[in-house]
């Protein structure tokens, strides 16, 4: 086929109806690679692809993935989410609202801890949302703000989400990490400020005020989250002080994190370890074989001169560089309905990295823009893996209701994406004042 732009489109159409067809991700996009490969390269073409997966996987970055994820693993495995949320329900107990803002910074801090969107949900959510419905903050509140609370996991550092973007499109980790900090808390802040308005709109503005707690009842609580709250300042004062390297800094992390989950919390047991080190394992792998599959998917595009053909005919369009991010937004917003993030990262980010730079957008800011994205498809149907988390801790509650109760964090996204673009030093200032400007 001599035009490659319609090649690209038949790669992709075939690429959805693989994906589709309930087959692993990592498996379909290697499916799609070899068929295409020998189809217009030919069979010598094929034996290639076992050289190009393994390369892809030849990267001493690639190490800290699976440290984070047992990182996560440990904590998520203990009561460090109920501790976490206690700790800030005693000590916000006298702000207005401050059970949802106690539950929504829970997840955050959970979420830096774990790096897992569901594992957040379901940690936070098994306390909190009992707790706000039993203190009548409505049901859609209650659920929405834990759901969209759990996304946090993929943008507040350490995010093994940052890790994949940086290791498909070559930008610095470390970079990634900090330009995910004030966009982080920037969708702290909008959470918790819809949360409090709807809630104060529904009536049920005498819940805004909660129990009081003593001062003992305050401190007895924080020798039990405190220990994992200095490893994250440790992870990240190690990896931007010059001590380490983000995969031994990880590395250090998950021997710290897993010695306090036994220490403080008593995981002696040796089948509860073994849990976390399979589970880890798992899914340290299946993330692994995505990224080698989607190292072979793009020598595919990029043999079949498909992605510079792409780059080349969005460069030539000569459209207003915010309509093209517009068009690149919405393209992320659809795939992150169907794909969870690592998927769409790995397919997607090296494609369109060159034409974002090239319209004059920051590689980092664009980063976060395409995690927020990310975001929005874990809470939205038809896949939003977060809603049906909360649906499985709080089955009483319907679906609908959840969903519902989830939109308007959406709409909380797209203003934090909007505010982004009118302000893009929220993502790129702490990375240049503390690195420098990127070279």
Do not use: H
């Amino acid at each position: 086929m001599d035009d490659p732009l319609i090649l690209g489109g038949i790669v992709a159409l075939f690429t959805i109806l693989v994906l589709f067809s309930g087959i692993s991700v990592a498996n379909g996009l290697l499916i799609v690679a070899a068929v295409f490969l020998l189809i217009f390269d030919g069979l010598r073409s094929l034996e290639l692809l076992p050289e190009i997966l393994f390369g892809k996987l030849d990267s001493f970055a690639l190490l800290s993935i699976p440290m984070f994820i047992i990182m996560g693993a440990s904590i998520a495995s203990t009561r460090a989410g109920g501790d976490l949320y206690e700790a800030l329900e005693r000590w916000l107990t006298r702000v207005p609202g401050g059970l949802v803002i106690s539950n929504l910074g829970a997840c955050a801090l959970f979420a830096a801890m774990s790096g897992s969107s569901p594992a957040t949900c379901a940690a936070i959510g098994k306390m909190g949302i009992p707790e706000m419905r039993r203190r009548g903050y409505p049901e859609g509140v209650a659920a929405g703000s834990i759901a969209a609370g759990g996304t946090l996991g993929i943008l507040i550092p350490p995010s093994v989400t940052m890790i994949v973007y940086g290791i498909a499109t070559e930008t610095s980790i470390g970079r990634l990490f900090l330009a995910g900090v004030l966009p982080g808390l920037l969708l702290v802040g909008l959470f918790m400020a819809w949360s409090l308005f709807d809630t104060w709109r529904n009536g049920s503005a005498d819940v805004l005020s909660s129990r009081t707690y003593t001062w003992r009842e305050r401190f007895e609580i924080m020798p039990r989250v405190a220990p994992f709250i200095l490893i994250i300042i440790g992870v990240l004062y190690a990896m931007y002080g010059g001590v380490a390297t983000p995969s031994e800094t990880a590395a250090v992390g998950a021997l710290l994190c897993v010695i306090i989950a036994m220490v403080i919390y008593k995981l002696w047991n040796p089948k509860e370890l073994w849990v976390v080190l399979r589970d880890s394992t798992r899914e340290s792998v299946m993330i692994l074989f995505i990224i080698g599959a989607a190292g072979a998917f793009s020598y595919m595009l990029s043999s079949l001169f498909i992605t510079q053909s792409i780059a080349e005919w969005i460069g030539t369009l000569g459209v207003n560089k915010w309509v093209l991010m517009g068009a690149i937004n919405l393209f992320l917003l659809v795939a992150g309905f169907f794909l969870p993030p690592v998927a769409v990262i790995l397919m997607a980010a090296p494609i369109l990295l060159p034409v974002v730079t090239a319209a004059g957008f920051d590689p980092y800011w664009f980063a976060v823009v395409l995690t927020i994205n990310m975001e929005i498809g874990l809470i939205s149907p038809p896949v939003g893996l977060n809603l049906y988390v909360i649906n499985g801790i709080a089955p009483d509650i319907p679906l609908k209701t959840i969903l519902k109760g989830s939109l308007p964090y959406v709409g909380c996204m797209v203003l934090a994406i909007v505010i982004l673009c009118l302000f893009p030093g929220l993502a790129t200032w702490l990375p240049d004042a503390i690195m420098g400007a990127a070279v």
